[in-house]
């Protein structure tokens, strides 16, 4: 059974930085396709960035293209999420989130939270003045 663990999250001011960290266990292999999502206080959850592990090939949101960078190190089986120049919208809980890869799914699909079958507990990220 695959288990996520998110670390990182914190209070930071607006157009700080902050590292995610998700720590992966109990992957069969190492093709798993892998996101990070977050939700904000009576929004939907919502998908920033995903990664295949099999290509490496990435996709982000609009919403965070150009600032957030998503990365993994397979020796330690951990997936990253840094985030730069944080505004007030970026304040959310972040999840991180795998799936096995089986088939391809396009980068749209990479962010949509039905694609994704184990989820973390999720990390909180705010940003303030």
């Known amino acids: 059974q695959v288990q996520l663990v998110e670390s990182g999250g914190g209070s930071v001011q607006v157009g700080g930085s902050l590292r995610l960290s998700c720590a992966a266990s109990g992957y069969r292999d190492s093709n798993y396709y892998m996101a990070w999502f977050r939700q904000a206080p009576g929004k939907e959850r919502e998908g920033v960035a995903s990664?295949?592990?099999?290509?490496?090939?990435?996709a982000y949101s609009d919403s965070v293209k150009g600032r957030f960078t998503i990365s993994q190190d397979n020796a330690k089986n951990t997936l990253y999420l840094q985030m730069n120049t944080l505004k007030h919208e970026d304040t959310a809980m972040y999840y991180c989130?795998?799936?096995?890869?089986?088939?391809?799914?396009?980068?749209?699909?990479?962010?949509?939270?039905?694609?994704?079958?184990?989820w973390g507990q999720g990390t909180q990220v705010t940003v303030s003045s």
């Open positions: 989130a795998a799936a096995y890869d089986a088939t391809y799914w396009s980068n749209s699909e990479r962010l949509r939270t039905d694609t994704y079958n184990y």
């Open positions: 990664i295949r592990n099999r290509s490496g090939t990435i």
